[in-house]
């Protein structure tokens, strides 16, 4: 829908989405069925958006520091549904991972670490994406 790669910069990102939303903005339209496809439509381009930006390359450095003390700590639940992943952690954080396989996700079920499995061939191999934040002290 952006029309981005991977790589994509935060600025070419809000720029897709300005352009997207002053296009699809439910005011520009005035028959009420256009009108609440734009709403529809404005709110899918909302959490595209969101999403985008949360799995950004630099969203990702930026926040590298805490991520890494995060998955240091201990791994207290997690959960499959599809092919997305979520790690809880101890300090209250959890993460999603996209496109995990099944076989890793049962990989991870019968690991006598699961932490330890996770930090070794989850965290830093799956695109990933906060949900949660940590609980602060």
């Not at 950004?56 to 926040?63: D, L, M």
């Not at 809880?88 to 496109?99: I, R």
Request: glycine share 2%; net charge negative; with cysteine.
């Amino acid at each position: 829908m952006f029309g981005v790669t991977k790589t994509a910069e935060l600025k070419e990102l809000k720029s897709v989405y300005r352009n997207l939303i002053k296009e699809w903005h439910p005011d520009k339209f005035q028959d009420d069925e256009e009108k609440s496809a734009a709403e529809e439509k404005s709110r899918y381009i909302i959490e595209a958006y969101h999403f985008l930006v949360s799995i950004a390359p630099e969203t990702k450095e930026q926040n590298m520091e805490a991520y890494s003390e995060t998955i240091a700590t201990t791994l207290v639940d997690f959960s499959y549904k599809g092919v997305t992943l979520l790690l809880n952690f101890l300090d209250g954080s959890s993460y999603e991972y996209f496109e995990v396989p099944k076989a890793t996700y049962q990989k991870l079920v019968n690991a006598d670490v699961p932490g330890r499995f996770a930090r070794r061939n989850i965290c830093h191999e799956y695109v990933y994406r906060k949900v949660t934040k940590a609980v602060e002290a």
